[in-house]
């Protein structure tokens, strides 16, 4: 559970399973003015680990933030099988559209290990964004479970706190991909701050106004931010159906950078299921506390839309950074 008030993340560490929306998050980090991306660590998810690396590296290089370390992490879940989503965000992760391979090339050090020695050498300055699966915390955690003291708090894209999912009728894919490092996470004791995708779902789709918008802005990251969703908008149209394609690791971003974006929050008791039936990956919210389970996480329920999609725009309206990848 994190101590309230939240702060806006000044150092923070990134972990990721690289697609097309985080991504966007990525963009976000990088042109926060008051934010330092200190690493980025990498876990397979929406794609295997070796090309969310290789989208992380290129899409630091765009937005300007090449000399960002990226950390190669777990290329599997703790006990299940890797379940990517190349149906969500195309074969590369980027909707076809992935930006020019990077120059550099990524840190030797494993991203475990990384997120064990940044925390010990800024202990209680750092804030961690998840934006994936969440193999490489709960990995760290076992290393180093007073880990989950050194963090100042823990953004999580994860879960459903509404029991809408978006893999399953009741499980989002983050959590449902590795329910046994979720379920770790979630009894750590890290300061989590829970944005479901039931935050994104009803905050944070990009409707046709909201492409209108951006694309009236005219720059490489605007282009790039709507070209490598463009999967994603099919699959927002024809599965989830989504008026638009939703951004869900940009929005707990956004929230991260700037916590005022958060209009209702709950402190509640969350655990995961971890059975192997059709309730894998459930985020259990005791919302009356009638389970007696301690509250652990502070749960996102509101966000300001408007606040969230101006911070999204005035990212993308910045320009610099790698030249874009071709395309219409
Ligand atoms: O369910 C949405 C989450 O799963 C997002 O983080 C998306 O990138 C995928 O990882
Ligand atoms: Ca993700």
């Known amino acids: 559970m994190i101590a309230q008030p939240l702060h806006p993340a000044r150092r923070m560490v990134v972990d990721t399973d690289t697609a097309s929306d985080d991504a966007v998050a990525l963009l976000l980090a990088a042109a926060a003015a008051d934010t330092t991306i200190e690493a980025v660590t990498v876990v397979a998810g929406n794609v295997p680990v070796d090309r969310g690396v290789a989208n992380a590296l290129a899409t630091l290089e765009l937005a300007g933030a090449g000399d960002v370390p990226v950390h190669p992490g777990c290329d599997r879940p703790l006990l299940r099988e890797l379940t990517t989503a190349e149906h969500v965000h195309g074969a590369d992760g980027m909707g076809g559209h992935a930006p020019p391979p990077a120059v550099r090339a990524p840190e030797r050090e494993h991203a475990v290990d990384a997120l064990i020695r ?16 969440l193999t490489n915390v709960a990995t760290a955690l076992s290393r180093d479970p007073a880990m989950a003291k050194r963090y100042a708090a823990v953004y999580v894209m994860g879960g459903a706190a509404d029991g809408v999912g978006n893999v399953s009728a ?67 149209a024809t599965i989830t159906k989504l008026e638009g394609y939703d951004l869900p690791d940009p929005v707990t971003m956004a929230i991260a950078i700037d916590p005022g974006l958060i209009l209702r929050s709950e402190e509640l008791g969350v655990t995961v299921d971890t059975s192997f039936t059709r309730m894998r990956g459930m ?9 007696g389970i301690a509250p652990n996480v502070t749960v996102v329920w509101d966000v300001d839309e408007d606040r969230f999609k101006q911070q999204l725009m005035d990212a993308c309206a910045a320009d610099g950074g790698a030249a874009e990848a071709p395309g219409p």
Do not use: K
């Not at 940044?118 to 699966?133: A, I, K, M, N």
């Not at 779902?201 to 046709?208: E, G, H, I, L």
């Not at 918008?213 to 927002?236: E, M, P, Q, S, V």
């Not at 985020?283 to 009356?288: A, H, I, N, S, W």
């Open 283 to 291: 985020t259990v919210v005791d919302r009356l506390g009638i389970e």
């Open 170 to 236: 009741v499980a989002e894919f983050n959590i449902w991909a590795d329910p046994e490092a979720a379920a770790m996470v979630f009894a750590s004791g890290l300061p989590l701050v829970m944005v479901g995708w039931d935050v994104s779902r009803r905050y944070a789709v990009m409707r046709p106004a909201d492409q209108d918008r951006l694309a009236a802005l005219g720059t490489a990251r605007a282009r790039f931010t709507h070209r490598i969703n463009a999967t994603l908008a099919r699959f927002c």
């Open 118 to 133: 940044l925390s010990h050498e800024r202990p209680g300055g750092l804030t961690l964004v998840t934006l994936g699966p």
